[in-house]
Nanobody
Framework: QVQLVESGGGLVQAGGSLRLSCAAS???????????WNWYRQAPGNQRELVAQ???????NYVDSVRGRFTIWRDTAKNTVYLQMNNLVPDDTAVYYC????????????WGKGTLVTVSS
């Protein structure tokens, strides 16, 4: 079992910054099976969008709209994944979800409950 808890969301003015955290807990065997940690976001009425990804090989991927502004990294000792968001714009407003994805056969897919980010103009 793996549980994910996001934190760090809030209200910020355009041009400001926020840092999101995703704290993971569970068995070591389950955590070790996760190959990619992802941040998704979803605004009301919109599709859920993959924003940032970091793999077990420490490679990263970003959606074009956030590249250069957002940074994802992980602290394995703390079992925590972070998303640093800089130069925020109103279109970044969404509920942000942490996701852990196992690529192996029969692997699990874990989700947090989300944290709300609101960027005002």
């Amino acid at each position: 079992q793996v549980q994910l808890v996001e934190s760090g969301g809030g209200l910020v003015q355009a041009g400001g910054s926020l840092r999101l955290s995703c704290a993971a807990s569970g068995s070591s065997s389950s955590l070790d099976r996760i190959d990619a940690w992802n941040w998704y976001r979803q605004a009301p009425g919109n599709q859920r969008e993959l924003v940032a990804q970091i793999t077990r090989f420490d490679s990263t991927n970003y959606v074009d709209s956030v590249r250069g502004r957002f940074t994802i990294w992980r602290d394995t000792a703390k079992n925590t994944v972070y998303l640093q968001m800089n130069n925020l714009v109103p279109d970044d407003t969404a509920v942000y979800y942490c996701n852990g994805d196992s690529w192996d056969q029969g692997g699990m897919d874990y989700w947090g409950k989300g944290t709300l980010v609101t960027v005002s103009s």
